[in-house]
C-alpha cells in the first residue's frame, strides 16, 4: 500500500507546516504502534497500520487559497475516506480509524474501536510534535 502511487501522492502535500503529508501519516502509524506496544494493547496491527497511514489520504494542498483551515479540518475525513475506498478495500474498522480521526473536534464522528480511539490520539500527539519541530526551527531555538 505505501508504496501506491496515490498514497506516494501525499508526499506532495504540506502537513502542519514542517512535514508532507506523507510523512505525517507514516509518523501517526509508527505513534500508533509504539503506543500499543507500550501499554500492551491488544489490536488489529493491520487495521492500525492501513487505517493510520491512509487517515489523511485527502490528496490535496489544503493550504491552497479557497481552503479555510476550518473547511479543511471539518471535511477531509470524509475526502480521505472516500479516496482510500476508491482505490483499496478497506475493514469496517480502518474505514472508522478514517472517518473519526479528527473526533472530538467531529463530535459526531465518534471512534467505535479502540484502533480509531489510538490512530486519533496519535494524530494529535504528531501534530503537536510536527508544530513544535516547525517553531523551533524557525525560531532557531532547540
Known amino acids: 500500500m505505501m508504496k501506491h502511487p496515490e498514497v ?5 502535500y504540506k502537513q502542519h507546516r514542517n512535514a508532507d503529508t506523507y510523512s505525517h501519516c507514516r509518523h501517526v502509524t509508527l505513534k500508533s504502534i509504539w503506543m500499543i506496544q507500550r501499554m500492551g494493547i491488544r489490536a488489529d496491527m493491520e487495521a492500525v497500520i492501513r487505517g493510520a ?3 489523511d489520504f485527502y490528496l490535496y ?3 491552497a487559497p479557497g481552503i479555510s483551515p476550518w473547511r479543511h479540518g471539518w471535511t477531509h475525513p470524509e475526502t480521505a475516506l472516500g479516496n482510500a475506498e476508491r482505490i ?3 475493514s469496517p474498522k480502518e474505514k472508522n480509524i478514517i472517518y473519526s480521526h479528527m473526533w472530538p473536534i ?7 474501536c479502540r484502533e480509531a480511539v489510538i490512530v486519533s490520539l496519535a494524530d494529535k500527539m504528531c501534530a503537536v510534535e510536527e508544530a513544535l519541530l516547525w517553531s523551533r526551527r524557525k525560531t532557531g531555538t532547540s
Open 53 to 55: 497511514m491512509l487517515h
Open 88 to 90: 483499496f478495500y478497506l
Open 8 to 12: 506516494r501522492r501525499m508526499k506532495k
Open 106 to 112: 467531529r463530535i459526531t464522528h465518534i471512534p467505535k
Open 61 to 63: 494542498e489544503a493550504t
